[in-house]
């Protein structure tokens, strides 16, 4: 069964720093485009960042940009996103995603919010 399960998501103060892990199971990761996505609520779904398979090609949402980096580790089936410098609306669930011709997966997110 292909899966992806999110992690390390939680309480953090603005300014401060999490790291999400996202672990890949049933399929060959360093064929897959990844990238992190978030909902707030009351708000469609964005793209905060991605990379194409072969790692050479990343992108980030503007309001994410120099603050959070997204990476992989293909033989650890793991996709990675670190956030630094959150801010309040930074606030979502944040998913991490898949990609390759047909087959799409999605984790079931995980929780940041940024708060005082």
């Known amino acids: 069964q292909s899966q992806l399960v999110e992690s390390g998501g939680g309480l953090v103060q603005p300014g401060g720093s999490l790291r999400l892990s996202c672990a890949a199971s049933?399929?060959?990761?360093?064929?897959?485009?990844i990238g992190w996505f978030r909902q707030a609520p009351g708000k469609e779904r964005e793209r905060v960042a991605c990379?194409?398979?072969?790692?050479?090609?990343?992108n980030y949402a503007d309001s994410v940009k120099g603050r959070f980096t997204i990476s992989r580790d293909n033989a650890k089936k793991t996709v990675l996103l670190q956030m630094n410098s959150l801010k309040p609306e930074d606030t979502a669930v944040y998913y991490c995603?898949?990609?390759?011709?047909?087959?799409?997966?999605w984790g079931q997110g995980t929780q940041v919010t940024v708060s005082s």
């Open positions: 995603n898949a990609k390759h011709l047909w087959y799409d997966y």
């Open positions: 049933g399929f060959t990761l360093g064929h897959y485009a």
């Open positions: 990379q194409s398979s072969s790692g050479e090609i990343t």
